[in-house]
């Protein structure tokens, strides 16, 4: 058998084998190189490479590590990015009044509409379906690289909702109704992904409290998870002039089973966020639209009642995220008074607070009239990123999660270095700026 090999029980003589090899190699490299040339073969992406999707000029533009960047969209009015679980999406508003709802697939370089007049749309936790509402009913729709599917309606009398942890359903929230004796009470239910608008598959988990001195909530934010699943965290929402300046931060178990009202907060739920693997609520406590007073970072334990500040007096907290169960990177500024004088008003630099000791390092120190706000923390690439603005500018920096940066580091900040430039400085209300419109960061495995 000198001259003959036996591949899967086939004899062949060794010169056709050596022919046949080459025939398969060639082949295979016409095919990925047809594939290129149309836009259906992406590379994968490094593990610890990072994207960003990010507004410049109204527009949606994409930027990889090590990579340039590009433009998406023309036409402008983008906002808000949305990454969705596998990075082989994003979806974003855009049209006059922002609700105009698309989806860019990055495999085909396609960008498929979705709804025109849609709001509060999300991603799947574990496949490529968007959730979105057309007024207040919740709807899904399947997406792929070459178009999205018909969106499916799920259930109806929606104010706000998530995903649940397993992509299978949906805990969502109605509205309260003025009725003559008073607000009606909101309350929670339990829905799956397939309801098909079936009142009868809606579980109601739980009822919020009535209106009382104490408590009054005509809706809710969205609703995040701890880390193992038992405990889910919310914005009581009151009325619209209320909750400019107070909203209640509240718990609720899984099961339903025990409520807890938090601590007063501003409407802003980014601002509360659970450590990744214990069950550790950091949040930014304070009543007042005013973000550069009274805002004050704060971590409760669960299902253990304490507290515990980590808030100097004189300084007032705004953007947070967690490094790790130990470290909490804050943006940190002055406390003040309002002015109506932009200038007096105090921009924040980012500092690391060891949750264990109280102790803090400022890392970053960024220019004179300029500030540094939304850290994130990608762990698979051990980077920090954030955004820097003057109010009129915007960039996104990035510096290595391990380094201490230092108050004494100079006027170009010593923290890091700019990844983005010309960003479209985000809307704020009273100094408190929503990035998310603006960024959204993904990377693999995130």
Not at 75 to 100: C, L, N, Q, Y
Not at 143 to 160: A, D, E, L, Y
Not at 404 to 409: E, F
Request: charged share 20%; proline share 6%; aromatic share 12%.
């Amino acid at each position: 058998m000198g001259d003959w090999k036996i591949i899967h029980g086939v004899a062949i003589r060794r010169g056709n084998l050596m022919f046949m090899q080459r025939m398969i190699g060639a082949l295979l490299a016409v095919v990925l190189c047809a594939l290129t040339a149309s836009g259906g073969y992406a590379e994968p992406a490094p593990a610890e490479a990072w994207q960003a999707a990010f507004v410049r000029g109204g527009e949606l533009w994409l930027k990889r590590s090590g990579a340039d960047e590009r433009q998406i969209t023309k036409g402008g009015h983008v906002r808000a990015p949305k990454w969705s679980a596998d990075g082989r999406f994003i979806a974003f508003a855009g049209g006059e009044d922002g609700t105009d709802i698309s989806v860019y697939a990055l495999d085909s370089d396609r960008t498929f509409p979705v709804y025109s007049g849609g709001t509060f749309y999300e991603w799947a936790p574990d496949r490529n379906t968007l959730a979105f509402a057309i007024d207040t009913i919740l709807n899904v729709a399947e997406v792929g690289p070459q178009g999205i599917q018909p969106f499916q309606n799920v259930t109806g009398g929606v104010g706000n909702y998530s995903w649940l942890q397993n992509g299978k359903g949906f805990l969502v929230s109605s509205l309260a109704e003025l009725l003559p004796d008073g607000w009606s009470r909101v309350e929670l239910f339990k829905v799956p992904v397939d309801a098909g608008m079936d009142p009868a598959k809606a579980k109601k988990l739980f009822t919020l409290p009535a209106q009382s001195d104490r408590f009054f909530a005509v809706g809710t934010s969205s609703f995040k998870w701890s880390p193992d699943g038992k405990w889910i965290s919310f914005l009581a929402v009151p009325t619209a002039s209320l909750s400019a300046d107070a909203d209640t931060l509240c718990v609720l178990s899984a099961d339903g089973k025990t409520f807890r009202t938090v601590a007063t907060m501003i409407r802003r739920n980014e601002w509360q966020r659970w450590a990744p693997s214990q069950n550790l609520l950091g949040y930014i406590e304070g009543e007042g639209r005013f973000a550069i007073q009274n805002k004050r970072l704060q971590v409760k334990e669960f299902p253990v009642i304490r507290r515990v500040p980590y808030t100097p007096k004189g300084y007032a907290d705004r953007d947070f995220v967690w490094e790790n169960d130990r470290f909490i990177v804050v943006s940190r500024s002055k406390e003040a008074e309002w002015s109506n004088e932009p200038a007096a008003r105090p921009l924040p630099a980012l500092t690391r607070v060891d949750i264990g000791s109280n102790e803090t390092r400022q890392l970053s120190n960024p220019p004179a009239r300029n500030g540094d706000f939304d850290p994130v923390y990608l762990p698979r690439s051990g980077k920090l990123a954030w955004v820097r603005t003057d109010r009129e500018h915007a960039s996104a920096w990035m510096a290595d999660a391990g380094s201490t940066g230092g108050t004494g580091a100079g006027a170009a900040g010593g923290f890091g270095k700019p990844v983005i430039e010309g960003l479209d400085v985000a809307a704020s209300y009273y100094e408190a700026f929503n990035w998310e419109e603006v960024i959204a960061w993904y990377e693999p495995g995130r």
